[in-house]
């Protein structure tokens, strides 16, 4: 992939779409193309973040730690940006991301990252839309379980 395309497909995203165009020329530029092949890990759950993934092609699955085992919760596509919660509030990841297919990301450092969306405040604000509505996906799912698990409970 060109540096035109990483610039077009960044342009794609809701996050970027309206930084100035020399802005995510230089952010593409100054960005690490990393490629992952089916079942690399792109980060685990527990580790400190340094930087957030812009999925440039492919898919990546979204897995937490249970009692259990691992489990998906959710499937990243083309132009999802994962691993931003751990640089944005300097926490252990709070997930494990790994390639479910030929993954091509962008890997943003916690640097860049501030630096971009301290000159562009409607970075910061797209940011806050994704994880709120990924917080109220992550609520309607756990509101589900909870009521499945209730049902359960009152079968036995």
Do not use: H, W
């Not at 890997?107 to 604000?125: C, H, L, N, S, Y």
Request: with cysteine; aromatic share 6%; net charge negative.
């Amino acid at each position: 992939m060109s540096l035109r395309e990483e610039v077009e497909t960044l342009r794609q995203i809701p996050l970027f779409a309206k930084v100035d165009p020399s802005k995510i020329k230089l952010l593409a530029f100054t960005s690490e193309r990393v490629v992952f092949q089916p079942g690399d890990f792109v980060c685990q759950q527990g580790e400190m973040g340094d930087a957030a993934y812009v999925i440039m092609n492919g898919q990546a699955d979204v897995m937490v730690n249970t009692p259990s085992g691992p489990i998906t919760v959710a499937t990243m596509n083309k132009n999802d940006v994962v691993g931003e919660i751990a640089i944005l509030i300097n926490i252990p990841r709070t997930a494990t991301i790994k390639a479910a297919s030929e993954l091509t990301t962008l890997r943003i450092t916690k640097d860049q990252f501030f630096r971009m969306t301290g000159e562009f405040p409607e970075m910061a604000v797209e940011m806050m839309r994704v994880l709120a509505e990924r917080l109220v996906r992550t609520t309607e799912e756990l509101q589900k379980a909870k009521e499945s698990l209730q049902k359960e409970d009152d079968g036995d």
